[in-house]
């Protein structure tokens, strides 16, 4: 158990709609990294949050959007959903350090139909 | 920006023979680090290079860390079934926070 807890485990929805990803870290960690995995683009990173403020941005789309909470739990919203976003969706958490390995949640699999 | 490319991307082999992968980079890294995903699983960190030329050894996995920065390599001594996954390593560029992964090494081991 990696300490980060993503839900739900999967969603199924359809095109056009919106949902919401959720991301809890890891006690203490104050980054949160999204990133998106399909079988042909691998591990692409989405965006990252530290304490509340976002950091860096990759490879997101402008229907996607991500915010971190007070209490540093993440959400990555994911809007006007399209087949092509169907995809295994991680979270990871980081420590303090700027060297930190990433901890990874167990992700969502989202299908849209 | 940062491009972390890898090979390959898929290699099949016999149980008890070696395996290797390798990481290069568009641009020179901070740091690389690798991670191996089971299949149905998350990635888990395996380990983290930071100087130049690198060599850290963790049983029967070997890692390298180029001269210049900008590539690295995994190699794993007589694999077992126990290594089948996905091979990722991931570069930090400069100060910069995003860990750009690689797409990955598919190892398949067979006995």
């Known amino acids: 158990d990696s300490g980060v807890t993503q839900t739900p485990k999967h969603l199924i929805t359809a095109t056009g709609q919106r949902v919401t990803l959720r991301c809890s870290p890891r006690?203490?960690?104050?980054?949160v990294y999204w990133y998106q995995q399909s079988l042909d683009q691998g591990l692409q990173f989405l965006i990252q949050y530290y304490n509340g403020e976002e950091r860096a941005k990759g490879n997101i789309l402008e229907r996607f959007s991500a915010q971190q909470f007070p209490d540093l739990h993440s959400e990555l919203n994911l809007s006007s959903l399209e087949l092509g976003d169907s995809a295994l969706y991680f979270c990871?958490?980081?420590?303090?350090?700027?060297?930190?390995?990433?901890?990874f949640g167990s992700g969502t699999q989202l299908s849209v139909l | 920006g940062q491009q972390v490319m890898q090979i390959p991307q898929y290699q099949h082999v016999q149980e008890g023979e070696d395996f290797t992968t390798y990481c290069n980079s568009s641009?020179?890294?901070?740091?690389i680090q690798w991670y191996k995903q089971r299949p149905g699983g998350h990635p888990v960190f395996l380990i983290q290079l930071v100087k130049s030329g690198e060599v850290k050894k963790q049983k029967r996995l070997t890692f390298q860390f180029g001269e210049a920065k900008k590539n690295s390599s995994l190699h794993i001594t007589a694999t077992q079934t126990t290594d089948v996954g996905t091979y990722f390593c991931a570069g930090l560029q400069g100060s910069g926070y995003a860990l750009n992964f690689g797409k990955g090494t598919s190892l398949l081991v067979t006995p």
């Open positions: 006690s203490g960690d104050l980054s």
């Open positions: 990871a958490s980081r420590g303090p350090g700027s060297n930190e390995k990433l901890f």
């Open positions: 641009t020179t890294l901070s740091n």
